[in-house]
């Protein structure tokens, strides 16, 4: 199982990025599958989850109605579109599955949100 976050970077607030999580190892479409952050100096903290088959996902409520989870089964790889960024949102993002009973994360994507 391996799990590769893309797409992080440094952007300006109310501005949008979008990361990536390929996955290997596994058919993601049959997991749950989520995404977390991490702060400097915070817990890890749940962002948003898909559902396997992507039939629901669940949001943190202090990114509802800017982020959208979503997944390409084609590619086997899972996004998360972030709009409307705040400072407040910098953190390292970590890519999750859920398979069993074991947790998989990936390496971390660094999101910085900074005029």
């Known amino acids: 199982v391996q799990l590769v976050e893309s797409g992080g970077g440094l952007v300006q607030p109310g501005g949008s990025l979008r990361l990536s999580c390929a996955a290997s190892g596994f058919s993601f479409s049959s997991y749950y599958m989520s995404w977390y952050r991490q702060a400097p100096g915070k817990e890890r903290e749940l962002v948003a989850r898909i559902s396997s088959a992507g039939s629901s996902t669940t949001y943190a409520d202090s990114i509802k109605g800017r982020f959208t989870i979503s997944g390409d089964n084609t590619k086997n790889t899972m996004y998360l579109q972030m709009n409307s960024l705040k400072p407040e949102d910098t953190a390292v993002y970590y890519c999750?599955?859920?398979?069993?009973?074991?947790?998989?994360w990936g390496q971390g994507t660094q999101v910085t949100v900074s005029s």
């Open positions: 999750n599955a859920r398979i069993g009973t074991n947790n998989y």
